[in-house]
């Protein structure tokens, strides 16, 4: 499962999303930090090499955040267009792989009510 942002960088942060962001260079690099009702606040990391406007994952060992996509200049400011996927550890029995895919649909359940609360969702 995917989930596919569109977030403009103007200095400042996006409010009601629990993503943040920094752009040095080439690389983007930030944290997701989300509320998880079994785990509490559960942070993933993510960075990305920038090649020419594409964004090319950096994988990170799991729990972590797959981040690709595009950058490219907008009239409001530097433009993303973000596409997150999960990374979790590889479960090995059937209760392990089960859980690892309630987690994963507790993230993208709350990701989608974060973004629902946006002034402006970036989707």
């Known amino acids: 499962m995917k989930a596919r942002l569109h977030l403009v960088l103007n ?11 920094q752009l040095e260079g080439n690389e983007v690099r930030g944290v997701f930090r989300q509320e998880n009702p079994v785990l509490g606040e559960v942070v993933l990391p993510f960075a990305s090499r920038l090649e020419g406007e594409r964004l090319e994952a950096k994988l990170l060992p799991p729990p972590s955040l797959k981040v690709e996509g595009r950058v490219f200049s ?4 530097l433009e993303l267009e973000l596409e997150l996927s999960l990374v979790l550890p590889e479960g090995e029995t059937w209760g392990e792989r089960a ?6 649909l507790l993230f993208y359940k709350s990701l989608e009510r974060s973004l629902s609360q946006m002034p402006s969702p970036p989707i």
């Open 11 to 21: 200095g400042h942060p996006s409010q009601g999303l629990p993503l943040e962001l």
């Open 74 to 77: 907008g009239r409001k400011g």
């Open 99 to 104: 859980f690892a895919r309630i987690l994963e």
